[in-house]
């Protein structure tokens, strides 16, 4: 059910609002009533499970006490160090039978909401009690913490670009070596470079077992040819021209002092691996991606993967940030 459907139908005289506000070590929690009377006044507690516990057992004496059905808790989307108490907190087992509902919300939205106090007090802790209130007024409209699945998709989406950003790195990093090295060779561009891949096994062994480009040129043609199919495993269909072209870049490149050769081949060669390991951690998480999206959202997750160009990624990663369109009033609400 959406966040603005459920505060509709929700009986606000028997709703404990809760309000966190959250830190790396220790979080502030405030708890009112509809009358907005404290029941919990700025409280600190740990943010480690110690303190989840701790919070757990506040909220539930307050809720037997003061005969509440429903408990509604509101902290603000801070990074990650919400993430494990927005958990605990929405899978409590004590908590349960009051139907807790747990909400991250828009900083933003909440800033916008404390600006219209006139008389509140200046007080760190104060913002645990804005964000009770923000919940208490009905001003929540998206859906309630989507739980450890999306969690993990997420991380599994975030850690991909990660990689993708490191891989990405290390090829920009590794082409200023090949220029000095081979410098006509990293200028090679679309049908005019030998190699279809230039960060692949052939092109490799060309960057990594000639320790200049003047031993290709002086290499003959007879034996780069050689060279470049054993090296291709006889996949590139025309081995002359590629070593044509080799040959011809070789002999417009500059020339290095010698004792540049090693120092360079290493570091292209230590790029080289970096790229593989990179590409190979690429496909293993992709896998895991696959695998973590599979019935979650299925309808969404196939019109997504039905818009051209939208693969199982681009698809896992629009659900695992945005969720469920039913989160959204309107278009507008997914634009930042």
């Keep these: 059910m959406k966040g603005g459907d459920f505060m509709k139908k929700l009986d606000y005289l028997s709703t404990l609002f809760v309000g966190i506000d959250i830190g790396a070590r220790q979080n502030i929690v405030s708890a009112i009533n509809f009358d907005q009377e404290f029941l919990i006044k700025m409280k600190s507690v740990p943010n480690t499970q110690f303190g989840a516990e701790q919070l757990e057992t506040m909220l539930v004496k307050v809720l037997e006490n003061c005969t509440f059905k429903t408990v509604i808790i509101g902290l603000e989307s801070t990074s990650f160090y919400g993430v ?9 087992e ?9 909400y991250c919300l828009n900083p933003k939205e909440v800033a916008n909401y404390k600006d219209s106090f006139n008389s509140l007090d200046k007080n760190d802790r104060i913002d645990s009690f804005v964000i009770a209130d ?28 990660h990689i993708v950003d490191c891989l990405t790195r290390e090829k920009t990093y590794m082409l200023s070596n090949v220029f000095l090295k081979f410098s006509e060779f990293a200028l090679l561009q679309g049908i ?20 200049s480009s ?20 006889k996949r ?13 870049a070789a002999r417009n490149s500059y020339r290095l002092d010698k004792c540049l050769y090693e120092p360079l081949t290493t570091s292209i060669a230590c790029s080289f691996n970096c790229i593989q390991a990179f590409e190979k951690e690429l496909k ?3 896998r895991a991606i696959e695998k973590a999206v599979m019935g979650m959202n299925p309808l969404e997750y196939q019109i997504l993967m039905s818009i051209p160009g ?19 009033i309107s278009h507008k609400q997914t634009q930042p």
């Design 84 to 92: 494990h108490i927005a958990n605990f907190l929405s899978s409590s």
């Design 94 to 102: 004590g908590l349960m039978p009051y139907k807790p509902y747990v």
């Design 134 to 161: 923000f919940a208490r007024v009905g001003r929540i409209h998206t859906d309630p913490w989507r739980g450890s699945q999306y969690l993990a998709l997420q991380r599994l989406t975030r850690h991909r670009l």
């Design 192 to 211: 005019q470079h030998p190699f279809s891949d230039k960060y692949g096994a052939t092109a490799s062994s060309i960057l990594t077992e000639f320790l």
């Design 214 to 233: 003047e031993d290709i040129a002086n290499t003959s043609i007879e034996e780069l040819v050689d060279f470049v199919s054993k090296k291709s495993r």
């Design 236 to 248: 590139i269909s025309n081995p002359q021209m590629t070593a044509e072209i080799l040959k011809q």
């Design 284 to 286: 293993t998480i992709n």
């Design 310 to 328: 939208f693969g199982p990624v681009y698809s896992s990663g629009i659900l695992s940030e945005l969720g469920s369109v039913h989160a959204f």
